[in-house]
């Protein structure tokens, strides 16, 4: 395959125009930002607003020391490499771009607010293990991403970032929370289910080991059935538990055995010597 050595450079010249150009953009729109609210100094500056600048970059925007608002979604920004020392800021829109990384978001351990949707975000677990350090996110919304398409995309993001309350527009309920634990910590869903139970933990649990079966219950020896007054000690006391159930499962039915109830015309005979009406008793176990 043939290449033109005089192309090589020309291609550099061409990209180095653009990015000086974008970068112009980014800084421009900056200033103009700084000259709308009257900010003389970088310190006085709280929030910007650079949404629909078209921007593909943004300058780097550590000289704001006390940045807490950030507005820039419906841009084309591609990366976020602009916010390394705002760790003041809490609130980040950058909704409607066409970013499909985020490194160097945990950088900012005040975020309180993240808008992501409507972005190229592919990798889950990359885009969690940069989330994980931010322990202030409570609102966080990743939907209109192809990572939305993982299955159990939704609870990972719950289980991963406990302390996100709203997820794509939605309150995580207490259900989804249960749910979590159950799918991504068999541990931890063994002892919450042991501990509710009142049971004993067994902290060797492993849940791909096969499943112990409970051995079954034998009543003792000298156990009478339908015996009420019986005082058997039992070592087990799952054993005398199941002896008490078996007392209580005895089913009596009495019912008038009407073949000795005298008909009207023995009664109005009144012969001497009938027998009075007579009960039926029937026990079930």
């Known amino acids: 395959m ?11 010249r061409c990209w180095s125009l653009r990015r000086a150009s974008e970068t112009q953009s980014s800084r421009r729109a900056v200033e103009d930002q700084l000259k709308i609210c009257g900010h003389k100094r970088d310190d006085d500056v709280f929030e910007l607003f650079l949404s629909k600048k078209e921007l593909t970059e943004v300058i780097d925007l550590s000289r704001f ?22 760790y003041c800021l809490t609130e980040l829109y950058l909704n409607n771009n066409a970013i499909f990384e985020i490194e160097g978001l945990h950088y900012l ?26 322990l202030n996110l409570k609102i966080l919304s990743l939907y209109q991403n192809p990572l939305c398409q993982y299955n159990l995309y939704r609870l990972y993001i719950i289980y991963h970032l406990p302390g996100v309350a709203l997820l794509d527009r939605k309150q ?16 931890k869903a063994h002892i919450v289910q ?12 492993d849940p791909k080991s096969p499943f112990k079966q409970k051995p079954a219950q034998r009543v003792p020896a000298d156990f ?7 005082k058997t000690v039992f070592d087990d006391p799952e054993d005398a538990v199941f002896v008490r159930s078996m007392k209580r499962s005895v089913m009596t ?27 039926l008793t029937v026990t079930l176990r």
């Open 224 to 230: 009478a059935f339908a015996n009420n007054v019986d």
């Open 109 to 134: 351990p005040s975020l309180h607010i993240l808008l992501l949707h409507h972005n190229e975000l592919t990798n889950l677990d990359a885009t969690v293990k940069e989330l994980k350090g931010m």
């Open 65 to 86: 020391k006390k940045l807490k608002y950030l507005w820039l979604h419906h841009n084309k920004l591609h990366g976020i490499t602009f916010l390394t020392r705002n």
């Open 194 to 205: 042991s501990i509710a139970f009142g049971g004993k933990v067994d902290a060797s649990w």
């Open 172 to 187: 995580v309920t207490e259900k989804e929370r249960r749910s979590m634990i159950t799918i991504f910590n068999h541990k």
């Open 2 to 12: 043939s290449w033109d050595p005089i192309s090589v450079p020309r291609a550099f």
């Open 253 to 279: 039915f009495s019912s008038m055995n009407w073949d000795t109830v005298p008909t009207r015309e023995e009664r109005y005979l009144e012969e001497e010597g009938t027998e009075p009406a007579q009960m």
